[in-house]
């Protein structure tokens, strides 16, 4: 249970701070669902950024999340990459609360209706 993620990055320039927080809000989130969701095998971040140049910087970034049974995919966009972690963290950990809801076994307690 101590081994982390494999968490890949697509588009994130490797010069930028950002990068570094980045990675390390969404490790943290893998790390934190992986104990609900022992079934994720890797992660990725894809990030495209329309005009660079300039003095604002556009981001538009997907979070995949690859488990044994589906892949679970978030986007979002924006101009603060940081914000952007926040929010695909958030919708990460809103997963957690959905599987709890999906239980495998129907329970023995519940009556059918007659």
């Known amino acids: 249970m101590s081994e982390n993620v ?3 990055e697509i588009g994130l320039s490797k010069e930028d701070p950002a990068t570094e927080l980045v990675m390390s809000k969404l490790g943290g989130a893998l790390n934190k ?7 994720i095998i890797e ?4 990030v495209e950024s329309q005009n660079p140049e300039g003095s604002r910087t556009h981001y538009n970034a997907t979070f995949t ?14 101009w ?5 972690a926040d ?3 958030r919708k ?5 609360t959905k599987h709890d809801h999906n239980r495998q076994k129907k329970s023995i307690r519940k009556k059918s209706d007659m």
């Open 6 to 8: 494999p968490l890949y």
């Open 33 to 39: 669902a992986k104990r609900v969701l022992s079934e």
């Open 43 to 46: 992660a990725k971040i894809s």
């Open 65 to 78: 999340v690859i488990t044994s049974k589906k892949r679970l995919i978030y986007t979002d966009k924006g």
């Open 80 to 84: 603060d990459i940081l914000k952007i």
């Open 87 to 89: 929010e695909l963290c």
């Open 92 to 96: 990460l950990e809103g997963e957690l």
